[in-house]
C-alpha cells in the first residue's frame, strides 16, 4: 500500500513562491511517475505537471510552464512542485499522485492509482 502525504501549502501574496513536497511510503516509489493535480473551487481537477520514474523527464500544463518546477528524490521518496510567480488564479487545492508506469498519458488523472489528501494553496491579489 502507498500513501501519500503533501505539505507546504499555504497563504502567499501575488508574485511570491511556495514549495509544495509529497512524502510518499513504500517500496516502490521508484517505479512510477508522479503528477501534482489541482482543484479550483467550483472547477474539475487539472493536470499540473508530471515527472518520470527516474525524474529526467518532466512535463507541465502550459498554464505552469516556465513558473513551476517539479522533481524527485527516490532516495527520499518525496516529490517536490517549486512554485514561483504564484497569481490568485493558482489559488486551489494541489494534490501528489503516482502510478503511472507509461509517460504518454501522464497528464490524465485516470492513470494514477495514489493520492494524497491535497494542501490548499491560496493566492492573494
Known amino acids: 500500500q502507498v500513501q501519500l502525504v503533501e505539505s507546504g501549502g499555504g497563504l502567499v501574496q501575488a508574485g511570491n513562491s511556495l514549495i509544495l513536497s509529497c512524502a510518499a511510503s513504500g517500496r516502490t516509489f521508484s517505479t512510477y511517475a508522479m503528477g501534482w493535480f489541482r482543484q479550483a473551487p467550483g472547477k474539475e481537477r487539472e493536470f499540473v505537471a508530471a515527472i518520470s520514474r527516474s525524474g529526467a523527464i518532466m512535463r507541465y500544463a502550459d498554464s505552469v510552464k516556465g513558473r513551476f518546477t517539479i522533481s524527485r528524490d527516490n532516495a527520499e521518496k518525496t516529490v517536490y512542485l517549486q512554485m514561483k510567480s504564484l497569481n490568485p488564479e493558482d489559488t486551489a487545492v494541489y494534490y501528489c499522485?503516482?502510478?503511472?508506469?507509461?509517460?504518454?498519458?501522464?497528464?490524465?488523472?485516470?492513470?494514477?492509482?495514489?493520492w494524497g489528501q491535497g494542501t490548499q494553496v491560496t493566492v492573494s491579489s
Open positions: 499522485a503516482g502510478g503511472p508506469t507509461g509517460w504518454g498519458t501522464v497528464n490524465d488523472d485516470r492513470e494514477y492509482d495514489y
